[in-house]
């Protein structure tokens, strides 16, 4: 591994600058009289008792999550409002707008992206190979000529559906020294183990969960991030102080008591899954389909409009990547109900008989 320096890359004034100190961060022991933080102490409109500020630092959250992902420490969990919100912040905490620069792999995730503009951030782009795979020579090469402060790897990678090449990555974590982002928004249906477990090996690994996906919980908005503690305490230090309401944590909490369901679930959607792309592949307007590791998978037609139009008017919405890098034709499609998946289905073959 190349020589890693964690407040290298850290922007000088984040390193220097002071914790927002909130009530809760001051006191946090046992009282019976809270009269310290501008509450409504008399009750809430809520039906709930939601009148008190959130935990800022969602202690009993993160060791329940420590314990679902085998994490030692909790202290190497961060919480955010959806992981939009941990990537966000990692532009921010290493990132001089105009100065520094990220390393993106296209087509991938259109957030990182985002979250480096809106910080006028430069972004250095690697584009995966013609099989959507890592290209690691190009990737170190890059990375040692434009010095990107982190490099972001999705796996599964979405648009395009795969897990990435774990020896590229790891190549990628040794040959580098930035910090290296492995998003895993979708790696509870690929059957692949997480990065997490190799926390301890690479002090430049970051890696992103979300119950947005496999749990099914997009409505709660809670996204993880885990790395070293110092990595994660540089987090803290700039998020807002409150940002996963109680609502949001007592929902999780609830669901983690429930992982088996879960686990059905995520079966279930990729039974679905493989018997769609069957079904599919077997129409004469198909021209591809991409194999995948999560809940969506891409397929590539000769008039990707048309078939989107179509499908429009049948009442299915699917999403047009056609415009992305090396995604010519294709439509990505995420896995529904075996209901919708047979609307989808039948709106396709209509068309495909239309053709003929
Ligand atoms: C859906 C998705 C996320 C999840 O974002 P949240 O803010 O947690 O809902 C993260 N990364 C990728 C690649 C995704 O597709």
């Given at each position: 591994m190349i020589h890693f320096e964690l407040n290298a890359l850290v922007r000088s004034n984040i390193l220097k600058m002071e914790k927002y100190a909130s009530a809760r961060d001051e006191f946090s022991g046992k009282a019976t009289v809270f009269l310290d933080a501008n509450e409504n102490s008399i009750g809430s409109m809520s039906s709930r008792n939601l009148n008190r500020y959130p935990d800022p630092l969602q202690k009993q959250l993160r060791s329940?999550?420590?314990?679902?992902?085998?994490?030692?420490?909790?202290?190497?969990?961060?919480?955010?409002?959806?992981?939009?919100?941990a990537i966000d912040l990692f532009?921010?905490?290493?990132c001089e707008p105009r100065i520094d620069r990220i390393m993106l792999l296209p087509p991938t995730y259109g957030m990182y992206r985002v979250c480096a503009a809106i910080?006028?951030?430069a972004v250095t782009e690697v584009p995966l190979k013609e099989d959507f795979m890592p290209d690691t020579e190009k990737i170190l090469k890059a990375a040692e000529k434009t010095k990107p402060k982190i490099i972001f790897f999705c796996s599964p990678n979405n648009p395009s559906a795969n897990l990435m090449d774990p020896a590229a990555v790891e190549a990628v974590l040794h040959g580098s020294n930035a910090i290296v982002i492995v998003d895993e928004a979708y790696v509870d249906f690929s059957g692949a183990p997480s990065w997490t477990r190799r926390l301890d090996e690479f002090p430049n690994l970051v890696v992103l969960q979300t119950f947005s996906k496999a749990w099914g919980m997009a409505g709660v908005r809670l996204g993880m991030a885990f790395a070293s503690a110092e990595i994660i305490s540089l987090l803290?230090?700039?998020k807002y102080p409150y940002n996963i309401s109680d609502v949001t944590a007592e929902a999780v909490l609830k669901s983690l008591k429930r992982r088996e369901e879960k686990e059905i679930m995520v079966r279930r959607i990729v039974e679905e899954r493989n018997q769609l792309m069957k079904k599919i592949s077997g129409l004469s307007i198909v021209e591809k389909l991409l194999p995948s590791d999560a809940n969506f998978f891409m397929v590539r037609f000769a008039n990707p409009e048309a078939v989107y139009a179509r499908l429009r008017d049948n009442g299915v919405i699917v999403r047009n990547r056609s415009g992305l890098l090396n995604c010519r034709g294709y439509l990505r499609i995420t896995v529904g109900t075996p209901e919708e998946n047979d609307i989808l289905y039948k709106a396709l073959e209509a068309y495909a008989k239309e053709q003929s």
């Open positions: 329940a999550i420590a314990e679902e992902k085998n994490i030692r420490n909790a202290g190497q969990i961060f919480l955010g409002n959806g992981s939009d919100e532009v921010r905490v290493f910080n006028d951030v803290n230090k700039i």
